[in-house]
């Protein structure tokens, strides 16, 4: 059973910095591996989308790395904004069932400071 | 192109009523998952319906239901609510499931 986990829960960071979130999953069978953001009360918007032939992915001040034999990817913004914060949630489609199904990690919420 | 849409968006209901929550995907797009998401529990997948069938159930009771139809939207419905069901539904829809996924905003449904 796919498990993920992401470290830490919570950062804060003054504007400016360049910071980087950690996701983890315990099964390197994965097709991709999704990073999302979430404003309170609102729905999921898609950031980045790397295959899982792939080993980063870019848009805009946004960079995702993934590496299948350690389990990790991470989620580095540059410059960062007081809107860049949100909770950033990564996800790992089921591949056994292939159908449908994501586990995603609880999230990191990140504040950035004027 | 349009987005996901999800209506309604807030809902107000007392224990034991039922509700029915509407999910319209991105145009051609034919999976659409469902997802739970509170704050204790976060994201729970709840099920998902490619081609107006059910491919994937989550750890859910009887009580949650879906379906499909033939426009690929979808439709989930909770019967006899408990406040436990107060919580942020959320579907997501790609083109087969295990590609890119796309979130509607969410229904906000308080069981009071």
């Known amino acids: 059973k796919q498990e993920v986990t992401q470290i830490p829960a919570a950062l804060s960071v003054p504007e400016g910095e360049n910071l980087v979130l950690n996701c983890s999953f315990t099964d390197s069978a994965i097709y991709n591996l999704q990073w999302f953001r979430q404003d309170p009360g609102k729905g999921l918007t898609s950031l980045l989308l790397?295959?899982?032939?792939?080993r980063e992915q870019t848009s805009g001040r946004l960079n995702a790395s993934l590496d299948k034999s350690s389990g990790r990817s991470t989620l580095y913004i540059a410059a960062s904004q007081p809107g860049d914060s949100a909770t950033y949630l990564c996800a790992v489609p089921d591949y056994n069932t292939n159908a449908g199904k994501s586990t995603f990690g609880d999230g990191t919420t990140l504040t950035v400071k004027p | 192109k349009a987005g996901v849409t999800q209506t309604p968006r807030y809902l107000i209901k007392t224990r034991g009523q039922q509700v029915t929550l509407s999910c319209s995907p991105i145009s051609g797009h034919r999976s659409v998952s469902w997802y739970q998401q509170t704050p204790g529990q976060g994201l729970q997948f709840l099920f998902e319906y490619f081609s107006e069938t059910q491919r994937n159930k989550g750890n859910f009771p009887g009580r949650f239901s879906g379906r499909q139809f033939s426009n690929s939207r979808s439709e989930m419905n909770v019967s006899t609510l408990e406040l436990g069901d107060s919580a942020l539904y959320l579907c997501?829809?790609?083109?087969?499931?295990?590609?890119?996924?796309?979130f509607g905003p969410g229904t906000r449904l308080t069981v009071l």
């Open positions: 790397i295959q899982s032939s792939q």
């Open positions: 997501a829809s790609s083109l087969a499931g295990v590609d890119e996924q796309f």
